[in-house]
Structure formats: C-alpha cells, structure tokens
C-alpha cells in the first residue's frame, strides 16, 4: 500500500517537473529547452507588442500624410501624387510575401525583425536627413500672381525627390520583413500544447492590435498635427526617435523570448513533393486504413489524417512492400527510420494534410477580398467625405486635420478589442464550452456583417450631406461628426474581422509557415487595393455611358458616392452568404498531441 502512493507520489512529482519546460520545440535565448516560468507568454509579448506600437505609428504618419506631402513639398500634381501613393502601398503591402518568406525559411523571425527593423530606421534617418540637410530639403515655391517660382537655391531640383523616394522605398521593404516576421514572432512565445498558455494565446491578438490602434492614433492625431503646423522634420525626427527606442525595449526582452528554427530551405517545397507524389502513384489504390499512410514519428507537431483532397493522400503510400511489412513501419520507430524514402516519390502524411490546409486557406482568402475592398474606402472616399464637411470644433475655431478622422476607427476597434476579450470571451466559453468563445471564422462573418453596415450608414450620410451642399449651393456644411458613426462601427468590425483574419491566418498555417500565414493576410489588404482601384474604373465608365453622370465626378459634390456605397454594401452583403456557407463546412487545423523532448535542439537566435 505504501509502495502503491509512493510510486503515485513520483509520477505526480515526474508531471510537475515536465511541466516545468516548455514542449513546442522551441528553445531560449542560449539554445536550450526554455524553462516555462522564465520565459514566453505576456512576459515577452509585452516587449514585441512595445516595437509593434513604434512602427505602426511610424507608418500611419508616413502613409496618411504621404499625398499631402507630394502635393505641398515635392510640388507633385494631383494625379502623379496619386499614383506614386499608389505604387509604395502596392509595393509596401505585397512585400510581406517575400519577408515572410525569407523568416521562414532563412533567417528566422527574431533575426528577420532586427533586419527589417535596422533597415527601416535606415529609411526614417534618409527621410529625417532629406529634410534638414541643405543639400538635400525641398526647393521653395514662390508665388507670382497665378505662376510659381521654385527657388533651389543652388542645388539640384531632383535631389530632395530622390532621396525622399529611396527613403520610403527603404521603409517599404523593411515593413516587408517587419510585420510578417514579428506578429508570428509574439504568438510564437504561447505553447498550444499547454491550456493555460492556449487561452492566453488567443488574447494576444487581441492586445496585439489595441498596441497598433494606440500607436495609429498618436500618429494620426498629434504627430500628424506637427507636420503640419511645425515642420516635417519635427515629426519625422520624433517618429525616427520613437522606432530606434522600441527597437531597443525589443532587443531588451531578448532572454524572455522563445525562439523557433527556421526551416533552412523553401517551405513551398515539401507541398511541390506532395503533387509530385500523388500524380506519379495515381493509379495506386487507397490504402485501407489511414493509419498505413508513411509519416515520421519524430516530427514536432504531426497533424490528424481528414478525408478532404483524398488524392493526395496517395502521395504519402509506401510502394513495393506487403500488408504486413506497412503495419510494422507505421507502428515501429526503428522500421520507419529503416526507410529510405525520396521526397518526390514518397511524402510524410503531415506534409500531405500541411498541403490540405493551403487548399483549404484558399476560398476563405478569395471571400475576404469583398471585405478587404470595403476597407479601403475608410481611408480614401470616408476621409473624402470629411473634407466636404465642417470640421471645426468649439468657438475657438480649432479645424481637425482631415486625416484625423480616421482615429475613430481605430477607436471602435479599441472598444471592440477590450468588451470582446475581457467580458464577451469569457461568458462564451462557459455557453458554448469552446476555448476561443466561438470559432475564428464566425468571429470573421461577424465583423464583415459590421462593415456591410457601415456602408450602408456611409451611404445615407452621404445622401444626406449631397442634399445640404446643393440645396444651400455648398456654404452650409454638415459638421464632421456625423461620419462619426460610419467610422465607429467599421472599427467594430476590424476588431472582429481583421483581428479574426490574423489569427486565422497565423494559426491554420503550417507550423514551418507561420511568417507567411501573416503575409497571407496581408496580401488580403494589398490586393484588395488594386481590386478597389479597378472597380472604381469599371463604375466609372458602366455609370457614365449613354450619356448619364458618372458616381465619379470632379469634386464630392458632383459625385454620387452614396450610390458606390450601395454597391460595396450588396457586394458584401451576397459574399457574406457565400462565405457563410465555406465556414460552415471548415475543417479546422488539428495536431496530434505529441509531447517531444527537445533538450539537445539548437536554435540560430
């Protein structure tokens, strides 16, 4: 008898020094397996949360103020000023692809972040320079009656222009390898293996993006503010400032992070393998039990078999051997190393269901352009509608920048990130039983219900405001604030949607593609740019022909914008059906539960 509660006694004393270190094969700062008290979780978040915060701010100063600056400095006209715009989000918002890419398959993601980090700053000190050093500053304009004068005063017109647009560019590329790399970095220091630890994980981000809507606000709003009243330079000095601290409070939460190796080889590659596989074994039958499917008993994270995409289930079947010899090599560790397997010909079951969740990513990526499409607007024609209206506040006569009014949204989704999280979550769970209060996906449809709804109010609004500006032939403006409601509730569904489309993203991606699971995202945004740009050409001439007014005019005033509204909000509203039924029908990543010791891994940190 006490034999039996001594050897109880042990293995409750052997569970709780395991549970001492973390098990998701990654390792600390000096290559060891991390300690679990020591190291992760919102100790380390909290540090990559603080760099999120400096470069968020950073850009939304550089991006909101971008067509102004063109405009008013670089002495651009409007529509090269437009396109230049243009070019550096296309390119600022794709480039994410290739730095997730890097991060996953090179470099890792704490190595990628101080890259991309010190390129960045090398483009915000270009920047600062180009508008203190005389050599490099802006010609001045004078004015002669209708004409203007450009006084270089004794250097080159192009010089500031150059220097300015290497400067961007710079900063461009270093987002590229910025944001992929560090959202993945911060939801990497969760173990999804441990319960306490998982349901931090779904928190993050969450607070993840509260950090990005604080450092949007700030820019937006005051630094913003200096530009324009004091000098650029003021405000690039202090963004520039700014990044280089949070780079060190970054660098300073080295020992608290969990690092991941990277892959050292393209992660595309082993899908390419699994085509490959299935087509040259084709004619193969399907084995009778999933089970005989070939996969590697050491991998970190194996993934249940699902009944999706069969075919390529043949990919992962062991040739040129009988019934008995497939049994022995899925059950025996010493038969399944015995195996000399080609990738080409023979693929591991886990890179089989790794390719499934690629294919599966793929519709749910093509429904969230609509959604994408609708958020472009907040930043164009809502800040449009702001400039027809009076943007006065109080008796003193103080004008909100038009720009400003974009803060709004990133307020709604303050408020909506802080009620979901600490009151919404919590009662869910305990309604449904479900760790993340309800799924991902719904939590997605949500938001995208949210942002149906603010085109339509964008829409009345605008009736509205085109009624008072013809009926008063525009002296009387409608005050500012009633695009406020618009506003709020787009940042309602950004914090359901966008936050959702992150850690969708992040978390059904393959563990060795994390990076580019958040690029993927991204590239949700930067392709719903483009798509924005041509669907506002195809209305443009669809709504102008026979004669009849284009939506688009000269001015706000001679459009009809309401009506574009109308159209985002249809759009929406018949792929939020067609998106519905894709989640509904959603297989969800699933790993086997497999404890690993990893205390000889190494980590290139």
Same mark, same amino acid.
């Given at each position: 008898m006490d034999y039996g509660a001594e050897t109880k006694d042990d293995k409750n004393l052997e569970t709780i020094k395991e549970e001492q270190?973390?098990?998701?094969?990654?390792?600390?700062?000096?290559?060891?397996?991390?300690?679990?008290?020591?190291?992760?979780?919102?100790?380390?978040?909290?540090?990559?949360?603080?760099?999120?915060?400096?470069?968020?701010?950073?850009?939304f100063v550089i991006s909101t103020n971008l067509i102004v600056y063109l405009t008013k400095v670089v002495h651009q006209d409007l529509k090269t000023a437009a396109k230049n715009v243009n070019y550096w989000s296309g390119v600022t918002t794709m480039m994410p692809l290739l730095g997730g890419f890097l991060a996953d398959a090179y470099f890792g993601r704490f190595s990628m972040v101080l890259i991309s980090s010190t390129i960045y700053v090398l483009g915000l000190i270009l920047l600062t320079m180009s508008e203190l050093i005389p050599g490099l500053k802006p010609c001045d304009v004078v004015m002669n009656g209708s004409s203007t004068t450009t006084m270089c005063q004794h250097r080159s017109l192009k010089v500031h222009e150059v220097v300015f647009f290497i400067a961007i560019y710079l900063i461009s590329i270093g987002t590229g390898g910025h944001k992929p790399s560090l959202e993945s970095f911060g939801a990497d220091q969760f173990d999804e293996n441990h319960a306490q630890e998982r349901k931090k994980k779904m928190s993050y981000f969450n607070w993840w993006n509260f950090g990005l809507c604080s450092g949007l606000i700030l820019g937006v709003t005051v630094v913003a503010h200096i530009q324009q009243k004091v000098s650029w330079a003021a405000g690039d000095i202090i963004i520039t400032v700014v990044?280089?601290?949070?780079?060190?409070?970054?660098?300073?939460?080295?020992?608290?992070?969990?690092?991941?190796?990277?892959?050292?080889?393209?992660?595309?590659?082993p899908m390419i393998q699994v085509i490959v596989a299935a087509i040259i074994k084709r004619n193969l039958p399907y084995p009778s039990n999933p089970a005989q499917l070939y996969d590697e008993t050491n991998h970190p994270t194996p993934l249940q078999h699902t009944d999706k995409f069969r075919f390529l289930d043949k990919a992962a079947i062991v040739e040129k051997i009988g019934e008995e010899e497939i049994q022995k090599a899925v059950s025996s560790i010493s038969t399944q190393t015995k195996i000399q397997r080609n990738p080409w010909s023979l693929a591991t079951a886990t890179s089989v269901e790794e390719l499934k969740l690629l294919l599966n990513m793929i519709p749910i990526w093509l429904t969230t352009l609509t959604f994408g499409i609708c958020l472009t607007q907040a930043t164009t024609f809502f800040i449009k509608q702001g400039t027809h209206m009076n943007r006065k506040i109080g008796d003193g006569g103080f004008e909100l920048p038009p720009a400003s009014t974009f803060c709004l949204a990133a307020i709604g989704m303050i408020l909506t990130i802080c009620v979901y999280d600490r009151i919404l979550v919590p009662r869910l769970r305990r309604v449904t039983g479900n760790e993340r209060g309800i799924n991902i996906l719904p939590r997605?449809?949500?938001?995208?219900?949210?942002?149906?709804?603010?085109?339509?109010?964008?829409?009345?609004?605008?009736?509205?405001?085109?009624?008072?500006?013809?009926?008063? /032939?525009?002296?009387?403006?409608?005050?500012?604030?009633?695009?406020?409601?618009?506003?709020?509730?787009?940042?309602?569904?950004?914090?359901?949607?966008?936050?959702?489309?992150?850690?969708?993203?992040?978390?059904? /991606?393959?563990?060795?593609?994390?990076?580019?699971?958040?690029?993927?995202?991204?590239s949700v945004l930067g392709v719903a740019d483009f798509l924005s740009s041509i669907l506002i050409i195809v209305v443009d001439r669809v709504s102008g022909m026979n004669g009849r007014s284009s939506w688009?005019?000269?001015?706000? =005033?001679?459009?009809?914008?309401? =009506?574009?509204?109308?159209?985002?909000?249809?759009? =929406?509203?018949? =792929?939020?059906?067609?998106?519905?039924?894709?989640?509904?029908?959603?297989?969800?990543k699933n790993s086997i539960k497999n404890k690993i010791s990893n205390t000889s891994s190494t980590d290139n940190v």
């Open positions: 270190w973390v098990n998701d094969s990654s390792v600390d700062h000096k290559g060891r397996r991390p300690l679990r008290a020591s190291t992760g979780v919102w100790k380390a978040a909290l540090f990559i949360i603080a760099i999120e915060f400096g470069e968020r701010l950073s850009y990044m280089i601290a949070t780079i060190a409070v970054f660098c300073a939460g080295r020992p608290f992070y969990r690092y991941r190796k990277a892959k050292q080889g393209s992660p595309l590659t997605i449809g949500i938001g995208m219900a949210f942002t149906m709804l603010a085109m339509v109010i964008a829409a009345l609004v605008e009736k509205k405001r085109l009624a008072v500006a013809h009926s008063s /032939s525009g002296k009387t403006l409608m005050s500012v604030f009633w695009i406020a409601p618009q506003f709020l509730v787009y940042g309602i569904g950004d914090g359901f949607a966008l936050v959702g489309l992150q850690e969708y993203f992040y978390d059904q /991606s393959p563990d060795s593609m994390r990076s580019l699971g958040i690029a993927f995202y991204l688009f005019g000269k001015d706000m =005033n001679e459009s009809r914008i309401d =009506n574009f509204y109308w159209l985002l909000a249809g759009m =929406n509203g018949m =792929n939020l059906i067609v998106y519905t039924l894709l989640a509904r029908k959603y297989t969800y």
